[in-house]
């Protein structure tokens, strides 16, 4: 039989009466091989910590974290047929390259969950992360062409989308109702057991870097599970901290935030330092534990493992650029990686001032001043800054703006780290929810967004609207925010090379992966406070109450980064300079041209708006910023 226990969402109770004492000894023989140091405190939970741990469980319900028995038997039967599938494959295929059949049915092959499902801790309709191991006979070619073929004979299979090439080459596909990311690696193995073990680090040798990049999510999942005390605990208190992460706005790897691996080491860590508390003990002691911790210190669940099979890992005695990430978390597994790679100064400085809300919040609760649900209330951050940058991307049909708008998703982070490096912008604030606008065809072309959730609206099927040049014209339209915080007042922010440079990216991006179409455009807009109502319903702007932040919070500044001058990438005949005056009500554009300076246009600003690459001479540029 296939290997049931890597299906496993290992969804137990983790409120059960023998955890309390009765694991001390084991937890003591853990401490002398889990995590780099010693544990703080030893102790056990008190009546008081099972009290509240039932109250965060409860606490949790409404938010949909937990599936019932029937949602979990049908990913079950899910990744259950899956894995048939994959077995029918490889057995096809081996007897297609003249193996004999007798051998054919015997060379194995598995289907691996890993991340959130595989740790136990996936959320009602969350999509799942697998990966497809074969023998060495099956190629990667092989997997894209012959088994994505037969993915699409099957009557389950919705939307399959291969993403061949991808750092992490993967096909996505819709499972009888389950988004599942299946990766594939090959082993330079004969046949695949049943119940075969990828933890052994001498899997990897002689593999080529995408298959060991595809094996890096099991291995480092079954190693943070293999390295904590207590897994029920472990759980509960990462389901937690992940809800307060996402309420917050600080969950998605590709913005500089945490992504999900990163949240399971950091909650790793502190059940490794208090082995024996229970989940609400564990939540509080995690703000109390990374409110202080002294970054760039990383953090570890061991010691690196010293294995010499070439392949690049994180270790800057070695590489120097390690020596100058912000928040490593490295990964246990090797080849070792540091999953934060993308984090900034601005949204460390983020993570850390909600760490410290979290401290007082959590500190509260224990005092029994306020329930768990004031840790999950999430803050409006409409009320926070009072500038803005809206970033626009639009194109002409529902499957364009999907791939369009994660595109440019990836290169955000790219634009607030050159928004940092402005000697006048100290933070650069960038909120990880992408709003979805109506269709600008119903209001007169302007973006207006829905509900937070809501998907992509469907265009009705036909020829794309076209303008009087017979040029497509954009229909949908995505928006990220970003608020600022500058320096002082009384200063003119030069926004234009930083602008220019993102748009460029990311155009030479699309190009690159043949992503553009007609119709697709990106802009970026300054905004102020006040004009907000344009974009976002009034719901989405009421004041929370709840929230006790300052506006334009100025949390501690994070170590000096290096000022580099920039060589302009315009001529002076064509720079858009941001007016900013603390003290006025507007901000001003002057686009400075041969002519003299001139008054700013009604209209809202945008920046270079791209297109067809035939649609726009080389030498045109579009690229202002207006503030009205």
Same mark, same amino acid.
């Given at each position: ?29 853990? !401490? ?117 073929? !037969? ?380 004009? !907000? ?96």
């Amino acid at each position: 039989m296939w290997p049931a226990s890597q299906y496993s969402s290992q969804h137990v109770n983790p409120i059960q009466s023998n955890q309390a004492r009765g694991n001390d000894h084991q937890n003591q023989q853990n !401490l002398k091989t889990l995590g780099m140091t010693s544990a703080i405190s030893m102790a056990g939970p008190k009546p008081i910590d099972i009290e509240k741990t039932n109250e965060l469980k409860e606490s949790l319900i409404p938010y949909g974290v937990f599936e019932s028995e029937a949602e979990l038997h049908h990913r079950m039967e899910v990744l259950g047929a899956l894995h048939r599938i994959v077995r029918q494959w490889i057995r096809e295929l081996s007897a297609k390259k003249n193996m004999p059949p007798s051998v054919a049915d015997t060379v194995g092959g598995n289907v691996y969950t890993f991340g959130s499902y595989r740790l136990g801790v996936h959320h009602r309709g969350a999509d799942i992360d697998a990966l497809c191991v074969a023998p060495r006979h099956i190629d990667r070619s092989d997997y894209f062409q012959s088994f994505y073929e !037969l993915l699409k004979q099957q009557p389950q299979v919705k939307d399959l989308r291969p993403v061949e090439e991808a750092f992490v080459p993967v096909i996505k596909m819709n499972f009888d109702g389950i988004e599942i990311d299946l990766l594939f690696a090959r082993l330079a193995l004969k046949e695949i057991p049943d119940s075969f073990d990828l933890r052994d680090d001498m899997l990897l040798k002689n593999l080529d870097q995408k298959c060991v990049r595809s094996l890096n999510g099991c291995r480092v999942t079954d190693e943070i599970l293999r390295l904590v005390p207590n897994i029920d605990n472990f759980r509960l208190t990462l389901r937690a901290i992940k809800l307060w992460a996402k309420r917050h706005g600080i969950y998605s790897n590709t913005l500089g935030y945490l992504g999900g691996v990163s949240w399971a080491m950091l909650v790793a860590r502190t059940c490794q330092l208090y082995p024996n508390a229970w989940p609400a003990t564990l939540v509080h002691k995690f703000f109390l534990v990374f409110s202080q911790w002294k970054w760039p210190q990383p953090v570890l669940l061991k010691q690196p493992d010293e294995v010499n099979l070439g392949f690049p890992h994180w270790d800057p005695r070695v590489n120097v650029s390690d020596r100058f990430h912000l928040m490593p978390i490295i990964t246990p597994a090797y080849p070792q990686q540091n999953s934060t790679f993308n984090v900034s100064a601005s949204t460390r400085s983020v993570i850390m001032e909600e760490f410290r809300l979290g401290l007082a919040i959590t500190d509260e609760i224990m005092l029994g001043k306020c329930g768990w649900e004031r840790l999950f209330e999430a803050p409006n951050f409409f009320t926070l800054y009072k500038h803005f940058i809206v970033l626009l991307a639009s194109s002409a049909d529902a499957d364009s703006q999907l791939q369009w708008c994660g595109l440019v998703e990836s290169k955000i982070r790219h634009l607030i780290g050159t928004l940092e490096r402005n000697q006048h912008i100290t933070i650069a604030h960038i909120n990880p929810e992408c709003f979805n606008s109506v269709p600008l065809s119903t209001n007169n072309g302007q973006p207006l967004a829905l509900p937070p959730g809501s998907p992509v609206p469907e265009i009705p099927p036909g020829e794309p609207a076209k303008n009087e040049n017979g040029e497509v014209i954009a229909n949908l339209c995505s928006m990220w925010f970003i608020g600022l915080v500058f320096e002082k007042s009384n200063v003119n922010v030069d926004l234009t090379n930083d602008i220019k440079s993102f748009t460029k990216s990311v155009h030479y991006q699309a190009e690159n992966c043949s992503v553009l179409r007609e119709g697709m455009s990106i802009e970026a807009r300054h905004v102020r406070r006040k004009q !907000l109502h344009q974009y976002l319903s009034p719901s989405l702007l009421k004041k929370d109450g709840a929230s006790k932040r300052k506006t334009e919070p100025a949390p501690p500044p994070p170590p000096p980064v290096k000022k580099t001058k920039r060589l302009s990438e315009t001529s002076t005949d064509d720079v858009s300079v941001l007016s900013y005056n603390e003290d006025s009500n507007s901000s001003n554009l002057y686009e400075v041209t041969s002519n003299g300076a001139q008054p700013p246009t009604e209209q809202p600003a945008t920046t270079e708006t791209i297109t067809k690459p035939e649609n726009v001479p080389e030498h045109a540029s579009t690229s202002t910023i207006a503030c009205t």
